[in-house]
């Protein structure tokens, strides 16, 4: 028994070397500059494609959103973190109660806005109530005896929305620029819809 144990670990002292001097022989053949290179370009092609596919996501289907003001109180807080989704509306219209990213019309500027009607309706504002085609909008977003005043706060408005137009608000009333002021925003100011 002991001689038998004693030429197995001879023939392993013999195997094992051998074994490793092929393994790396031919891990040395691999090592050769033309295999180097190969990997180097496969490395590159997958990290070019990673970047590119960060950016076309990041700009073309969700983009990061941060909130700066107060205008969306009590829904998007002031300095929150959303997403807005660039693809919902390359087959859907958008819809009232969307919350969408918005061009202001005036400026440029990129804002958050609520949608409450649509193309071809009107929005009537008395007594601090928003009617929408004759009818009381119902917003159980908002705050309750939240009051919605058309920029004149003694006088009512009726405000009519054209072909492809949307008017938006912001669902703090009394602090928020939106279609009051600069009136409906056109379809293509509207840029995706905000994801909570």
Excluded at 28 to 55: A, D, E, K, M, N
Excluded at 60 to 71: D, E, N, R, W
Excluded at 115 to 129: H, N, R, T, W
Aim: aromatic share 12%.
């Amino acid at each position: 028994m002991l001689k038998a144990h004693v030429v197995m670990m001879h023939l392993s002292q013999r195997i094992l070397p051998f074994a490793v001097y092929h393994f790396f022989a031919d891990f040395r053949l691999r090592l050769s500059w033309p295999w180097f290179f190969r990997q180097c370009g496969s490395l590159t092609v997958i990290l070019l494609l990673s970047i590119l596919s960060y950016f076309l996501a990041g700009h073309f289907i969700l983009q990061p959103l941060k909130v700066s003001g107060h205008s969306m109180d009590p829904t998007l807080m002031d300095n929150g973190n959303y997403w807005v989704n660039h693809c919902v509306y390359l087959k859907n219209d958008p819809q009232r109660t969307d919350i969408v990213e918005v061009k202001d019309p005036q400026d440029g500027v990129l804002i958050v806005k609520r949608i409450i009607a649509l193309p071809g309706e009107s929005v009537y504002f008395k007594c601090g109530v928003v009617y929408v085609n004759g009818q009381r909008l119902k917003e159980d977003y908002l705050l309750p005896r939240t009051l919605t005043f058309a920029l004149e706060k003694s006088e009512d408005e009726l405000i009519c929305c054209g072909k492809d137009q949307y008017f938006v608000l912001g669902d703090n009333r009394g602090n928020s620029t939106d279609s009051r002021v600069f009136g409906a925003v056109p379809r293509q100011n509207i840029l995706g819809k905000v994801v909570e």
